[in-house]
């Protein structure tokens, strides 16, 4: 399927700008198998790159003038390289200036170019096509001039360009999709960055995403209720144990010693960190044993700590989720990303896939009256050139 998306850049470049691309980028979406909600709570994250991606097709022009055509979106942008980004009512593009306002900051001198981009990445579904279109668009710039940027400086300058166009954003999106491997996550400590890379080839399984298609205007308020209730925890956890800083140094037992100290919410918001922090670790035990039961059963159990204790689930996530525990051919399901709606990420036994997909289309639909959308996806590598073979 990428290689068709590639030929397709490859003809649009040629035919809008007359020449072929010196530099091919390809950029990847990416999963987060667990390690949800605790990036901003010291915790662990288990993400990886995968098969969809944003290609990117560029060639320096010899001018100041950087020419970009969004195919997918039938618009294009002019810019002014030597002149000072400022956001435009053209959301995508801001992502793009954003790249650059980031370049310019760090007195990167570039010159101007031609770019068109195509993407197989579902956008908004919490795939990170934001992250993709960051990095990839950093990526071929750092070529085309030779700048010299390093990977990880890569994603860093990603995700101040998504912080430029106003989401303050954590770094595990732009991370994975810049440092990704075939067949293997990245644990990133969210504290320190360091990260580690684990064997995750699921072998007799496939990953796939069922994508609820919905979205509820709950996410952000509640995402800040989240940061406020974990913050409280913690502080009584440190009002009462000052050696520990973290929920990262905190185990259950402690936990519940201060039940009473606590409001309900505060505690149960608590819980769940505490518990999710650990689960990442026995994520990675699991996967470098090749124990996918495991992982699949810890999937579960993260779910129903969203659902139940961390409460940003949704009646449409739980029934998905529902769905998957009570199929043999299911060992694991939960909500990833934020919540209140976006994709559930499922470990489903090969040779299984289709009647699983459609039964759960048909459920889905008669409970909902919402059309399920599915994405099949597998763990690849992260930004890079296309080298054609
Ligand atoms: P996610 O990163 O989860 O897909 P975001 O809302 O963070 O969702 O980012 C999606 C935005 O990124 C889109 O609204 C658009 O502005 C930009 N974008 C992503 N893919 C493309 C594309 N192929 N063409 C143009 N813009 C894109
Ligand atoms: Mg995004």
């Known amino acids: 399927m990428n290689e068709i998306l590639i030929q397709d850049t490859t003809d649009f470049f040629k035919e809008k700008f007359g020449n072929s691309p010196s530099k091919t980028v390809l950029s990847p979406g990416r999963i987060n198998i667990i390690g949800e909600h605790i990036d901003y709570n010291d915790g662990y994250v288990l ?59 760090k007195g990167y001198e570039i010159g101007g170019f031609n770019c068109a981009f195509s993407s197989n990445i579902p956008t908004g579904s919490g795939l990170s096509s934001s992250a993709a279109l960051e990095c990839g668009f950093l990526f071929g710039i750092n070529e085309m001039f030779n700048l010299g940027i390093n990977s990880i400086d890569i994603a860093l300058m990603g995700q101040k360009a998504e912080h430029w166009v106003g989401i303050n954003c954590g770094i595990m999106d732009q991370f994975s999709s810049v440092m990704g491997l075939e067949n293997k996550v990245l644990k990133i400590d969210c504290r320190t960055l360091d990260y580690t890379y684990h064997e995750a080839n699921f072998v007799d399984y496939s990953l796939i995403l069922f994508d609820s298609n919905v979205k509820h205007s709950l996410f952000t308020s509640e995402y800040n209720n989240r940061r406020i209730e974990c913050n409280e925890g913690l502080s009584i956890i ?102 209140f709606g976006g994709c559930t990420i499922t470990l489903v036994k090969k040779g299984s896939e289709n009647a699983i997909k459609g039964k759960f289309t048909k459920l889905y639909a008669d409970q909902f009256g919402i059309e399920l959308k599915i994405y099949d996806v597998k763990i690849s590598n992260g930004t890079s050139l296309y080298k054609k073979n």
Request: with cysteine; charged share 30%.
């Open 47 to 105: 993400p990886a790159a995968i098969d969809k991606i944003i290609c990117f097709a560029f060639k320096k022009n010899n001018s100041n003038t950087a020419i970009i055509q969004a195919i997918d979106l039938n618009e294009s942008i002019v810019i002014d390289v030597t002149k000072e980004e400022i956001l435009s009512e053209v959301v995508w593009t801001n992502y793009l200036r954003g790249v650059l306002f980031q370049l310019k900051l």
């Open 238 to 339: 440190k009002e009462n144990y000052p050696e520990i800083n973290s929920f990262r140094d905190c185990d259950v037992n402690l936990l519940t010693s201060l039940k009473s100290k606590m409001t309900d919410n505060v505690y149960r918001r608590s819980l769940y960190a505490v518990k999710e922090i650990k689960r990442v670790i026995q994520a990675c035990v699991a996967l470098d044993n090749g124990d996918i039961e495991t992982l699949g059963k810890l999937m579960f159990e993260t779910h129903e700590g969203l659902s139940k204790d961390y409460e940003v689930s949704c009646a449409e996530l739980d029934y998905l989720v529902d769905l998957a525990k009570v199929e043999e051919d299911v060992i694991g399901s939960r909500l990833m990303g934020g919540g």
